[in-house]
């Protein structure tokens, strides 16, 4: 799996594209939320595009625009204006699409997705087990220690509020992975 330092560099995006290919057809995203086959920004592009920019995190609308100019396919099922090299560069009819997107296609895009790594990858993890109570209780979070420590090497963490504390960060980073906490204010 790329990294993100791979992924600041545009080319590393079609690595990642690839990977999201074989686990979902973008492209039946079109047929959920069709917008005709005049229009360049389709939903299946518009996908691909804010993906880009999402691992791009420096990527402007025109960054996106001009890497799909250069990249999107050239042949005969490819849009006229694509074709004949007649597109626009403006970022107008891109932001735009985007607007368009409904809620409906990213909650489907988000459950395709979960649904087919989840479908496509063995199960990975035994649970860890502990007492709740009585002198031999131990915490969730002390539970999921060990469970870090088996995860696959440069794995990304994800990790609710109450998970979201220093060991847990600091397991997962001296595991060599990467983590993303959500946080609670202290009362």
């Known amino acids: 799996m790329p990294n993100q330092d791979d992924l600041d560099d545009p080319s590393m995006f079609n690595v990642a594209f690839e990977l999201l290919q074989q686990w979902m057809n973008v492209e039946e995203s079109d047929e959920i939320q069709p917008l005709g086959n005049a229009a360049v920004y389709k939903t299946s592009v518009v996908i691909w595009l804010m993906l880009f920019q999402r691992l791009n995190p420096d990527a402007s ?11 999107a396919p050239k042949g005969k099922q490819a849009n006229r204006r694509l074709s004949e090299g007649t597109l626009s560069t403006g970022t107008g ?37 502990g007492a709740m109570y009585g002198d031999n209780a131990i915490g969730e979070t002390k539970l999921a220690e060990p469970l870090i420590g088996r995860l696959p090497a440069g794995s990304i963490l994800m990790a609710d509020s109450g998970f979201g504390i220093f060991s847990i960060a600091n397991r997962a980073n001296a595991n060599g992975h990467n983590f993303v906490l959500r946080m609670t204010r202290s009362l």
């Not at 932001?95 to 063995?122: C, G, M, P």
């Open 61 to 71: 609308l025109k960054d996106a625009v001009e890497y799909f100019f250069v990249n």
């Open 93 to 129: 009819s891109y932001s735009d699409a985007r607007k368009r997107l409904s809620i409906d296609i990213v909650n489907w895009f988000r459950r395709r997705l979960s649904d087919s790594i989840s479908e496509s990858t063995l199960p990975s993890l035994l649970p860890e087990v």
